[in-house]
């Protein structure tokens, strides 16, 4: 039992590049989130979703995407690379109220 | 919106101490989480309290849900160097439970 994995760890972009972060959960959750932390700024929500097929909007979504098409899987996309997205992008899964959170993914944005 | 107040921002005991925070709310939570972030890793869920009053241990760890549902409070007991990381409390927003609200957290640094 994995929990929450994201792939990659690590990724460095140059401005404009395009990119999708992948998150898969295995316990068969119903929520998923989509997170970035910046220091000082705590956890922001980017986007979320509800069950398959759906997805909704965070606190912070401009410039980014997501799809919701397995329910195991949530994408997060970055159409064009800002260095403002230069940020650790955590992904998490919920069930009766509690989130399971991945490891992150540390994306810079030159 | 909703709030989770979570101070001072970093507090810094000796190895075997114990250690007390707490986090605020001006709104009533139904659910109480506290999660634990060590550098360059997740969150990990350390304690989900569900109940007001409730009272849940985890090894060193206690954790209460405030009998107002407007507050928690953590306490480690006999801290070792382990210990260091970010402590965040969290709970689902009123009448959104598919989001949690999160405290800015709490930096623990560890003295051995």
């Known amino acids: 039992n994995a929990g929450v994995t994201q792939t990659p760890k690590f990724r460095v972009l140059k401005t404009g590049q395009s990119m999708t972060l992948l998150c898969a959960q295995d316990?068969?959750?119903?929520?998923m989130y989509w997170y970035r932390q910046d220091p000082g700024m705590g956890l922001r929500l980017i986007h979320y979703s509800v069950g398959e097929g759906t997805t909704a909007k965070g606190e912070v979504p401009d410039g980014y995407n997501v799809s919701r098409l397995k329910k195991q899987n949530f994408l997060l996309g970055l159409e064009s690379a800002a260095p403002s997205q230069t940020s650790v992008y955590f992904c998490?899964?919920?069930?009766?109220?509690?989130?399971?959170f991945g490891p992150g993914t540390r994306l810079t944005v030159l | 919106g909703q709030q989770l107040n979570q101070s001072p921002q970093s507090m810094f005991i000796q190895e075997g101490e114990d250690v007390s925070m707490n986090c605020t709310s001006s709104?009533?939570?139904?659910?109480w989480l506290w999660y634990k972030q060590e550098p360059g890793e997740g969150p990990v869920l350390l304690i989900a309290?569900?109940?007001?009053?409730e009272l849940t241990s985890n090894g060193r760890l206690t954790a209460q849900f405030g009998i107002t549902r407007k507050d928690s409070f953590l306490n480690i007991s006999a801290s070792i160097p382990s210990d260091v990381g970010i402590y965040f409390c969290a709970g689902p927003y009123t009448g959104a439970n598919s989001k949690l609200t999160f405290g800015k957290g709490i930096t623990l640094s560890v003295r051995p």
């Open positions: 316990m068969n959750h119903e929520y």
């Open positions: 309290l569900y109940k007001a009053g």
């Open positions: 709104s009533i939570f139904n659910t």
């Open positions: 998490a899964s919920m069930r009766w109220d509690t989130q399971y």
